[in-house]
T-cell receptor
Framework: EDQVTQSPEALRLQEGESSSLNCSYTVSGLRGLFWYRQDPGKGPEFLFTLYSAGEEKEKERLKATLTKKESFLHITAPKPEDSATYLC???????????FGAGTILRVKS | DAGVIQSPRHEVTEMGQEVTLRCKPISGHDYLFWYRQTMMRGLELLIYFNNNVPIDDSGMPEDRFSAKMPNASFSTLKIQPSEPRDSAVYFC????????????????FGPGTRLTVL
């Protein structure tokens, strides 16, 4: 069973059209949920870490939220430069590994 | 800071050849991770080191893969012999090892090495 599931697989938005990406997880002891952005041909770039249900983090047009079973990455008034693959990962218990989801490919058209 | 450095950025080789990928972590980071990314399987952890010592290699697909970290600023991932199914993008990532802080578990990734085995 997948520990981290991201949806949708792909999302197309018009510039300015706000939406949300979902990351659901099934790990028993969450010790951190991480959001990354990956541009084509590049390595994942760290965006946020969330540790507790109810926690929120913001950066420019992005806001990440966390519940006990899932996290959302809200994108407000996106621009074409927000186009990328967004990955979430979880850290289970007190280990050092991150388990990544398959990602959501976001395309924002002007 | 230069970030995580990987070389080569692209590697094309023929089946059966030895391939060596290289990584220089961010200075001061004492955890180093090797990942493989494919369309089918996404981003998978292969092995990670702490203070140059391999801690968990359970993700290494088979004995053809080996990794070393001879010092704090250099690591290699070797595939011998290489096979077409090894074609993927290989990433190296590093992070601080200081426990107890709120933001010490995020990993910082290099640009990756795109490996093509013909």
């Amino acid at each position: 069973e997948d520990q981290v599931t991201q949806s949708p697989e792909a999302l197309r938005l018009q510039e300015g059209e706000s939406s949300s990406l979902n990351c659901s997880y099934t790990v028993s002891g969450l010790r951190g949920l991480f959001w990354y952005r990956q541009d084509p041909g590049k390595g994942p770039e760290f965006l946020f870490t969330l540790y507790s249900a109810g926690e929120e983090k913001e950066k420019e047009r992005l806001k990440a939220t966390l519940t006990k079973k899932e996290s959302f990455l809200h994108i407000t008034a996106p621009k074409p430069e927000d186009s990328a693959t967004y990955l979430c990962a979880v850290r289970e218990d007190y280990g050092n590994k991150l388990v990544f989801g398959a990602g959501t490919i976001l395309r924002v058209k002007s | 800071d230069a970030g995580v450095i990987q070389s080569p950025r692209h590697e094309v080789t023929e089946m059966g050849q030895e391939v060596t990928l290289r990584c220089k972590p961010i200075s001061g980071h004492d955890y180093l991770f090797w990942y493989r990314q494919t369309m089918m399987r996404g981003l998978e952890l292969l092995i990670y080191f702490n203070n140059n010592v391999p801690i968990d290699d359970s993700g290494m697909p088979e004995d053809r893969f080996s990794a070393k970290m001879p010092n704090a600023s250099f690591s290699t991932l070797k595939i011998q012999p290489s096979e077409p199914r090894d074609s993927a993008v290989y990433f190296c990532a590093s992070r601080f090892g200081l426990a107890g802080g709120p933001y010490v578990y995020e990993q910082f990734f290099g640009p990756g090495t795109r490996l093509t085995v013909l």
